[in-house]
Nanobody, 124 residues
Framework: QVQLVESGGGLVQAGGSLRLSCAVSGSTFSAVSMHWFRQAPGKEREFVATIRPRQSIGTTYYADSVKGRFTGSRETAKNTLYLQMNSLKPEDTAVYYC???????????????WGQGTQVTVSS
């Protein structure tokens, strides 16, 4: 059973930074792609970033809305995924989720495993 537990969310002013963590258990963490998504109030869940296994070519992919501001990384020794978020904007306010076992079909991600989410609120 794969378990994902996010942490690190909170309230921050616009322009500030936060680092989210996602602790992974029950999976061969080093061999699988991991993903971050977010869901703002009243909106659909949207893709944020993919962090592929370290040995893969092109290890990270980002949504255009966060490119240049967010950085995804993973620490294999700790089975932990990270999302460093800089230059935060009010429109980044959302619940952030990590996910695993995802496939992309018809421009939609279908994921087998989700964390419980962590709230990020950016004040203006």
């Amino acid at each position: 059973q794969v378990q994902l537990v996010e942490s690190g969310g909170g309230l921050v002013q616009a322009g500030g930074s936060l680092r989210l963590s996602c602790a992974v258990s029950g999976s061969t963490f080093s061999a699988v792609s991991m993903h971050w998504f977010r869901q703002a109030p009243g909106k659909e869940r949207e893709f944020v970033a993919t962090i592929r296994p370290r040995q893969s070519i092109g290890t990270t992919y980002y949504a255009d809305s966060v490119k240049g501001r967010f950085t995804g990384s993973r620490e294999t020794a700790k089975n932990t995924l990270y999302l460093q978020m800089n230059s935060l904007k009010p429109e980044d306010t959302a619940v952030y989720y990590c996910a695993a076992g995802c496939t992309l079909s018809s421009n939609q991600y279908l994921c087998n495993y989700w964390g419980q989410g962590t709230q990020v609120t950016v004040s203006s």
